[in-house]
């Protein structure tokens, strides 16, 4: 990974999966698996389970997500976790603003 783009497209994606596992439960509570082909249907991000269940293990144990279900386990969005996706577009787009 040495060119300056090939470094961006990886942060803003796999360093910053968490914006897009939200952005997915925020639509529709949905499994890890759902979550996982989402990701790379979705958003043509091409990663690996572990990853997202990384993700997803995170961002439970911080409260920005819960766990449903019995038999499958659904992710949904908690209100700390629409605060703190909110707050991460806020953090983008200012990005956006100050390099143009």
Not at 15 to 32: A, C, F, G, R, T
Not at 44 to 53: A, E, G, L, W
Request: hydrophobic share 35%; net charge positive.
């Amino acid at each position: 990974m040495g060119k300056p783009l090939e470094r961006l497209k990886y942060s803003i994606t796999l360093n910053n999966l968490w914006l897009y596992v939200i952005k997915l439960v925020k639509e529709k509570p949905m499994y890890s698996r759902e979550i996982h082909k989402m990701i790379k249907e979705k958003f043509n991000i091409k990663t690996d389970i572990i990853t997202v269940y990384s993700v997803l293990y995170r961002l439970e144990k911080g409260g920005f997500i819960k766990r449903s279900g019995n038999y499958r386990k659904y992710y949904e969005l908690t209100e700390k976790g629409e605060k703190e996706f909110q707050e991460g577009l806020k953090v983008l787009e200012n990005v956006l603003i100050l390099l143009k």
